[in-house]
């Protein structure tokens, strides 16, 4: 599902001239699980992710506890 949004991702980007330009995902709920997971899969094509209200819990070993701080 991921690789179907970097595609959407690519093409806006290169078609717009803004190749160089940062992605940000957003969503709420369950939407907001999405770009927080995908910001955590592909931290090189997406900048940042806002998730509002997304019941995402913490996944042990996935990432530094201190990498936000």
Do not use: C, Q
Not at 20 to 32: D, L, M
Not at 57 to 68: C, H, S
């Amino acid at each position: 599902m991921f690789r179907d949004y970097l595609a959407v991702i690519k093409n806006f980007t290169e078609t717009h001239g803004l190749t160089n330009s940062p992605v940000i995902t957003f969503g709420g709920s369950y939407g907001g699980m999405l770009a927080a997971w995908m910001r955590m899969k592909y931290p090189h094509k997406i900048w940042g992710a806002l998730a509002a209200s997304a019941p995402v819990r913490w996944f042990r070993d996935l990432t530094d506890p201190g990498a936000y701080v």
